[in-house]
T-cell receptor, first 115, second 111 residues
Framework: EAGVTQFPSHSVIEKGQTVTLRCDPI?????LYWYRRVMGKEIKFLLH????????ESGMPNNRFLAERTGGTYSTLKVQPAELEDSGVYFC?????????????FGSGTRLTVV | DAKTTQPPSMDCAEGRAANLPCNHS???????VYWYRQIHSQGPQYIIH???NNETNEMASLIITEDRKSSTLILPHATLRDTAVYYC????????????FGTGTRLLVSP
């Protein structure tokens, strides 16, 4: 099966600009997650979708971040306006509904650099 | 979720077994131990998980102590491609699990 696809793989934007990251989960996976690692820190959870519904967005850092998953397929994560501290690698993962903590498949990530 | 403690780094010779320890003394009776790894420039990759019995799959073996306060991930014949950061994560096996990645163990496999 095709894996989790993230686009773009790299993005360099100026502070104050807007960036949209996209994630295509594995077909049929209801669960979709966003995580990120900012410079020097650990990988942190951002939010979780079940189909098109946000199940948990407790990890979203602030209201400059907006995630959507229209139609329960791909998801986008928009950062507007981007700040320097948003630089890092953003990972998307997906899983079947009942897989709990195992069997998550992660994408290769989008490396975001805000200058 | 159980707090886990891992050594920051380990070395292993290619072809030898890599034994990565993890302490999880606060793990509750129904919490599982999950292992993921992150190879450079890739996303995290699921390896194995277990509750109290030892587990083995095509990637690794997981040995959990009887008191469940610690476990060891074993890569039986490490290769250079196993160089990665390995994460031991505690959590439930039902419902949604928010993976809590710590600092992990950086394993370096050398020729």
């Amino acid at each position: 099966e095709a894996g989790v696809t993230q686009f773009p793989s790299h993005s360099v934007i100026e502070k104050g600009q807007t960036v949209t990251l996209r994630c295509d989960p594995i077909s049929g996976h209801d669960n979709l997650y966003w995580y990120r690692r900012v410079m020097g820190k650990e990988i942190k959870f951002l939010l979780h979708f079940v189909k098109e519904s946000k199940q948990d967005e407790s990890g979203m850092p602030n209201n400059r971040f907006l995630a959507e998953r229209t139609g329960g397929t791909y998801s986008t994560l928009k950062v507007q306006p981007a700040e320097l501290e948003d630089s890092g690698v953003y990972f998307c993962a997906s899983s079947h509904r009942d897989r709990a903590g195992y069997g998550y498949t992660f994408g290769s990530g989008t490396r975001l650099t805000v200058v | 979720d159980a707090k886990t403690t891992q050594p920051p780094s380990m070395d292993c010779a290619e072809g030898r077994a890599a034994n990565l320890p993890c302490n999880h003394s606060t793990i509750s009776g129904n919490e599982y131990v999950y292992w993921y790894r992150q190879i450079h420039s890739q996303g995290p990759q699921y390896i194995i998980h277990g509750l109290k019995n030892n587990e083995t799959n095509e990637m690794a073996s997981l040995i959990i102590t009887e008191d469940r306060k610690s476990s060891t991930l074993i890569l039986p014949h490490a290769t250079l491609r196993d160089t990665a950061v390995y994460y031991c994560i505690g959590g439930m096996n039902t419902g949604f699990q928010k993976l809590v990645f710590g600092t992990g163990t950086r394993l370096l496999v050398s020729p």
